[in-house]
């Protein structure tokens, strides 16, 4: 048999960067996000609030696997649950029951009664864009109906359902048309209110215009003589993820949350981003008091462990009469892997006073971003709700959103040569929002006080090289 690259150099014995790159230049597609970078970067290992590269030199991280680790990398409590389960029972057929399945369950519904007052019903499967196609199924399934609303600049997955509530024209443009493309409606992204309105005394302007959609009998949403909307649901994420970690108005959704009642839409809340107390409470449309009639979660549910996702809903919409066996399924729907470190996470939510750790941490980071918006030029904006923050870099107006220099800024980071008390280090940012400006912060909710210290030394540093 002819031998293989692998034969002499495994990942066990120390495969080299180069060989990494040229293998994955040769064997691996460029369909998924690596090539979104020019020069795709290598990592060896992860710890905490770092991940470290061939070197040795660490990287402070605050994109956490796309907000998949609240918890940080190699947490030891969840890593344990995983490794005790793999030793127990790792696989199960989905056709049976065992333990960790229905108690996550139980966990994730009790946890609604107690927010929401409501009974609902709780269905896995393997990630984010799967739970939003369960949805759209459930929804579907209940109302008979296709149209969704969603937002722009919302971002919802890539599968084929979930893309039709993307709004990004780019994740659909190769694919050819997309019959059930939702009825897209603007954000609440205030600093730059796509109405040019002023949000400290518009009435909610933007609500307004939607329920003046609904009440215009041409308008092609609301069918008056049947009393029928022809969109079904909204899906919301109540703090805009991919686009920029925008935190609309507190009074924002109950006010959408009427126009919805008055004409028989449902509401799904995204959550798969802002969950799990990214933004200070369990899901992020706590903020804002109103009450969904579905959530949708994945990412740091298993904290990056393995992929499990899935959705709640009320009892009317989800219980079995209504949602029969076989609805939907996949082999690895209720995987014991990620129900198990599923469990671990909400045990560890549980325990701790998670709300005013990551009310007070989130604070404490949005209060040195504003020094930095003070100290730099071409910082637009900063804002943020607990640990989901965001910058706005901007041109040298101080308004105009500038990709470019935020592009810069976060290449700049991946090199790893800025320095945090004599030690050579970089930082991993993300980006986001609707003009390619925003640099959005997702530390883990572990991050500690001297870790966000180092954030803003080095963010200070990264503005610092480009302000002229
Ligand atoms: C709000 C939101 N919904 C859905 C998804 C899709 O999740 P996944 O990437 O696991 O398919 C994402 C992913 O970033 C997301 O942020």
């Known amino acids: 048999m002819q031998a293989t690259i692998l034969d002499k150099e495994t990942p066990q014995k120390g495969i080299s960067d180069e060989k990494i790159l040229e293998l994955d230049e040769l064997y691996c597609s460029h369909g998924d996000t690596v090539h979104y970078d020019k020069a795709p970067k290598v990592f060896s290992d992860c710890e905490g609030s770092f991940m470290f590269d061939s070197e040795g030199t660490e990287y402070l991280d605050l994109q956490m696997m796309f907000a998949a680790c609240n918890f940080g990398y190699k947490n030891k409590r969840i890593s344990d649950a995983v490794i005790d389960q793999i030793n127990k029972m790792p696989q199960i057929c989905p056709r049976y029951l065992y333990d960790y399945k229905t108690l996550l369950a139980e966990k994730i519904a009790k946890a609604n009664i107690e927010r929401f007052g409501e009974k609902g019903r709780v269905h896995f499967n393997v990630g984010g864009s799967q739970a939003i196609e369960d949805a759209l199924k459930l929804i579907r399934n209940y109302t008979k109906k296709q149209r969704m609303f969603a937002f722009f600049g919302g971002y919802h997955g890539r599968t084929m359902g979930a893309a039709c509530l993307t709004a990004g024209y780019r994740y659909r443009e190769p694919f050819g048309h997309f019959a059930d493309e939702a009825h897209f409606v603007p954000y609440p992204y205030c600093y730059r209110c796509p109405y040019g309105k002023n949000c400290e005394d518009c009435n909610y302007y933007c609500v307004q215009q939607l329920r003046r959609e609904f009440e215009d009998g041409c308008s092609g949403l609301y069918n008056h003589g049947t009393k029928s909307s022809e969109c079904a649901a909204f899906f919301v994420e109540p703090v805009q993820g991919s686009g920029g970690y925008i935190v609309p108005p507190m009074g924002y959704f109950k006010e959408l949350k009427k126009v919805l009642d008055d004409f028989g839409v449902l509401f799904v809340s995204d959550e798969i981003q802002m969950g799990f107390y990214r933004t200070g409470k369990l899901w ?41 066996a076989g609805r939907t399924h996949s082999t690895f729907c209720n995987n014991p892997l990620g129900t198990r470190a599923g469990y671990e996470v909400m045990s560890i939510l549980e325990e701790e006073d998670w709300e005013t750790e990551v009310t007070q941490k989130g604070e404490y980071f949005l209060k040195g971003l504003k020094y930095l918006e003070g100290k730099h030029k071409r910082i637009g904006t900063v804002d943020g709700l607990g640990l989901a923050l965001r910058i706005e870099c901007v041109t040298e107006d101080g308004y105009t959103p500038d990709p470019e220099l935020r592009q810069k800024i976060q290449d700049e980071g991946m090199k790893g040569n800025l320095e945090y008390h004599g030690r050579k280090c970089g930082i991993i940012l993300h980006s986001g929002s609707h003009y390619k400006n925003a640099i959005t912060l997702v530390p883990p909710i572990t991050i500690s006080y001297n870790e966000i210290n180092m954030a803003i030394e080095l963010i200070d540093q990264l503005f610092t090289r480009f302000s002229n």
């Open 284 to 324: 992020s449309i706590e903020h804002f008091g109103v009450t969904p009639d579905v959530i949708t979660f994945s990412k740091s549910l298993t904290n990056g462990m393995n992929p499990l996702g899935g959705m709640w809903a009320k009892e009317e919409f989800i219980n079995p009469d209504i949602w029969p």
